[in-house]
């Protein structure tokens, strides 16, 4: 073998090195920390900026990237009593991100190219500088660029600067800063406001310009960056609608802001401008009125509802005896029959503004102007709510329990009273004494009243309260009709039961939309809070009457509380859980063959151990460790007869579930215990999958 052959064997590593170390450096920015100054004045305030330059085809990214990229950041080291303020930010270029996660609502990502990326920063320098010192500036920089894919980049970059009597501008850097100043967004005559809008917010802009197209660039991560954006008129004002996100598609959470800030870019009035919007404190918007077509409904049901109130056991029997107080009392006399009759439904009335004005600040202390109508519905805890409402008072009805069985007692001491004054007062406490066991109807005008505006609100329950007083209206001016009121008897009774059936038929549908939005995986948390609730209900109906001494009424109410308590806990305790994909054979083989490991999860709702390593195998630890190590779960429900599923156990030589199978790639796939525990799954993931290697 020659030298020359012996040489190069042993430079081509070399010549490699150097190759990777070219394609590395094409690929890589350039940095520069520049002074817009060549010296500088004590006390004077003066700007240096990170100039950074990409390679071709890569962008960097604005405060706001859009979406998980990261945007630039400098920490600084500066001389003692020298302040650094915050980066100013060009406009970025509105661009499409390499990919759209979802095609029916495409974002988009907020970038600088080369000649944007020259982030100025402001700093101030103290007075008791002395001319002839030099004094030194460090910047911690780090950034991102990305094209197809996205890295990391950073640098540590220092200046140094002499102190003269008088600041002297640097004139090769003059330019530079004077062109990115205006790329910057500028003021505008225009005032901005931001409100809540639904399930989203609205930017709302007055001012004196005309947008052809507009798009805001929130300076709030919590804000979307939705691609399809635009100034929508609204009288004189443009309103741009925003949707709000609580988390990026990393699964990362979103910071939430009670203010808004950011640019405005449009095109219009003669070219493309970018303006500043500055921070806006977020409002709630005013709830709109529900259109009268759906206003009805409502209106008729709070009306049927306040009606169907005086059937109920502790009120029906109370009719007639008012009635004949109001006759016995008047003496006759139709005209003042007739004014106790008003002055009774006033009571009503009033008595009802009174409970819908502590159920309007309930709801607004609770974020209740927040709902549009049917937003409510969107929120867990509000769902929760109704829906232990209906079951509790569902369970009322049906005679599980009982409360305010003292009711009409008292509605036979009302008629004791005299005078207007007394049968004003007897109106009053009617609904109050009426409420215990009414409640199932007020629990559903709750839930239909919840996201009215104020005015809509108590014209509901004012309805409603009008429905209550109807029969005693009625009956004033013509009192004979008291005597042909059925009689109080069992059908009562049997009536009540009867009604509590359209409240549990409300708690499934309740139930049905709580679990959507908790996942239908959680379903047995609610199913078994129910179940504590109605058990707590029973002890309670079944011990704490007064046939039984008073230690075991107590012993009874503590025991109910608790286990209702336990109830509505369990049912809103809802943990994050493993992010599944839907099993087949053929994902598992592509995902095995890019170096990613699988876990797979062979189950069925039927499957009582399988729903029990849900709830325990799974903690926080594990989920965390599958996410560090890129594990992918995958699901194969068996729920219904699958061939596929089945052939595959037979493969595995199993015949019942569950069973959960770990495949990593260049390993044999391991099958687990019947019953998981965290420490297990920590141990299985740990051991045998690495974390995957950062590109």
């Known amino acids: 073998m020659s030298i020359r052959s012996i040489l190069a064997i042993f430079l081509l590593p070399l010549t490699a090195l150097a190759q990777v170390g070219d394609i590395a450096a094409a690929t890589a920015s350039k940095s520069a920390l520049v002074s817009e100054y060549k010296s500088i004045a004590p006390g004077q305030k003066f700007s240096v900026a990170l100039a950074l330059s990409h390679p071709d085809g890569w962008h960097s990214y604005y405060l706001n990237p859009g979406g998980i990229e990261e945007s630039p950041e400098i920490a600084w080291t500066l001389p003692t009593g020298f302040a650094a303020g915050p980066l100013q930010w060009p406009a970025p270029h ?300 569902a369970l009322n009805l049906f005679g599980v329990f009982e409360f305010g069985t003292s009711a009409t007692g008292i509605g036979g001491k009302l008629q004791s009273k005299q005078g207007i004054a007394g049968t004003f007062f007897s109106g009053f406490l009617a609904t109050v004494v009426a409420t215990p066991c009414s409640g199932p109807f007020l629990g559903a005008a709750i839930g239909a009243a919840i996201a009215l505006p104020s005015l809509q609100f108590f014209t509901a329950f004012t309805v409603m309260a009008l429905g209550l007083s109807l029969p005693y209206l009625l009956m004033s001016v013509f009192p004979e009709l008291v005597d042909h009121l059925p009689r109080p008897g069992p059908w009562m009774e049997t009536f009540k039961q009867g009604m509590s059936f359209l409240l549990f038929g409300t708690v499934g549908y309740l139930l049905w939309v709580y679990a959507a939005l908790i996942d239908f995986d959680n379903m047995l948390n609610p199913v078994f809070g129910l179940t504590l609730v109605a058990v707590a209900c029973w002890i309670y109906g079944r011990w704490n009457t007064f046939a039984h001494t008073g230690r075991t009424r107590g012993i009874a109410a503590a025991a109910a509380v608790i286990l209702a308590s336990g109830g509505v806990f369990y049912a809103g305790h809802i943990e994050e859980g ?70 595959k156990l037979e493969e595995l030589q199993r015949t019942a579930i569950p069973v959960n199978v770990l495949y990593a790639p260049d390993k044999d796939p391991i099958i687990t215990p019947s019953v998981l525990t965290p420490d297990y799954m920590k141990k299985l993931f740990g051991q045998n999958t690495a974390v995957p290697e950062k590109k």
């Open 94 to 393: 509105v661009s499409d991100p390499p990919f759209q996660l979802d095609e029916a609502n495409p974002e988009n990502a907020y970038t600088y190219s080369n000649d944007q990326a020259f982030l100025i920063t402001e700093i101030t320098a103290p007075t008791n500088l002395k001319p002839g010192e030099t004094i030194k500036i460090t910047a911690d920089a780090k950034w991102q660029i990305c094209k197809e894919s996205c890295k990391g980049e950073k640098a540590l970059l220092t200046l140094e600067l002499p102190v003269s009597a008088q600041g002297e501008i640097d004139a090769a850097n003059k330019d530079a800063f004077a062109k990115a100043r205006d790329s910057h967004p500028k003021t505008a005559g225009m005032v901005f406001s931001a409100e809540k809008s639904g399930a989203g917010l609205q930017l709302r802009i007055k001012g004196a310009w005309k947008p052809d197209k507009a798009h805001f660039i929130a300076n709030q991560k919590m804000i979307a960056p939705l691609a399809s954006q635009d100034a929508v008129a609204d009288g004189d004002d443009f309103v741009i609608k925003l949707k709000t996100r609580k988390e990026l598609f990393s699964g990362a959470k979103v910071e939430a802001s009670d203010t808004l800030s950011g640019i405005l870019h449009y095109t219009g009035d003669g070219g493309e401008h970018a303006v500043i919007v500055p921070p806006v404190k977020i409002t709630k918007a005013p709830t709109p009125p529900l259109p009268l077509g759906k206003f009805f409904p409502v209106l008729l049901g709070m009306f049927l509802g306040g009606l169907v109130l005086n059937l109920m056991p502790c009120v029906f029997p109370v009719i007639g005896i008012k009635i004949l107080g109001f006759v016995q009392q008047s003496g006759q006399d139709r005209k003042k029959i007739i004014l106790h009759g008003l002055a009774f439904a006033a009571g009503v009335v009033i008595s009802f503004w009174i409970l819908s004005g502590i159920l309007f600040v309930a709801r607004s202390a609770a974020g209740g102007d927040d709902f549009g109508w049917g937003y409510q519905l969107q929120n867990k805890w509000v769902v929760l709510a109704l829906m232990m409402l209906m079951f509790f008072m």
């Open 578 to 647: 493993v992010e599944w994909e839907t099993w087949s054979q053929q994902r598992v083989d592509e995902l095995l063959a890019e170096g990613k490991p699988v876990y797979v999860d062979f189950t069925a709702k039927w499957c009582a151990t399988c729903q029990v390593n849900k709830h325990n195998a799974y903690s926080k630890e594990v989920i965390a460790l599958m996410k560090e190590r890129g594990i992918v779960a995958m699901r194969a429900d068996k729920t219904k007869p699958n061939t596929a599923i089945e052939e």
